[in-house]
């Protein structure tokens, strides 16, 4: 993806932002701790499902709510991005988003979203958007 066309900026966007097993505290954390450098709580704007296998699917959506998550700065690109494609696998791509720092400063990150949208069919939306949330009050 053309990085310039898209942000506006040739910068190199060591940003991911995260929504659900990678957030602090989540099951898939482990995968890429060692490559993050810093990390900061915030939103961005779409729509988040959660799936009967019990995973999270995210559709950016201008038009969405907030969904709740965190930004992670990353280093060594190339293998975190290795990392995080294998372990995403073929139902999520990679694009980018504006996400909204809790500051309220807003910066380009990487988001994880449903490659083919109308998998949102076989999931349920969380309305609130905050799939951590969501874990917590129903088990």
């Known amino acids: 993806m053309d990085a310039e066309r898209t942000t506006g900026s040739n910068e190199i966007v060591d940003r991911l932002f995260v929504y659900a097993t990678l957030r602090a505290g989540q099951t898939a954390r482990s995968l890429i701790a060692n490559h993050i450098v810093r990390h900061s709580e915030a939103s961005v704007l779409g729509q988040l499902y959660i799936f009967p296998m019990g995973y999270a699917g995210f559709v950016a959506d201008p038009a969405g709510a907030p969904v709740v998550g965190e930004v992670l700065w990353l280093t060594e690109l190339a293998a975190a991005f290795g990392l995080l494609d294998a372990y995403e696998g073929r139902d ?21 979203a449903l490659a083919d949208t109308e998998a949102v069919k076989h999931g349920l939306r969380i309305e609130h958007g905050d799939w951590v949330r969501y874990r917590a009050e129903h088990g």
């Open 92 to 112: 999520f791509h990679r694009v980018l988003v504006q996400a909204q720092l809790g500051s309220g400063e807003a910066l380009w990150a990487w988001v994880y």
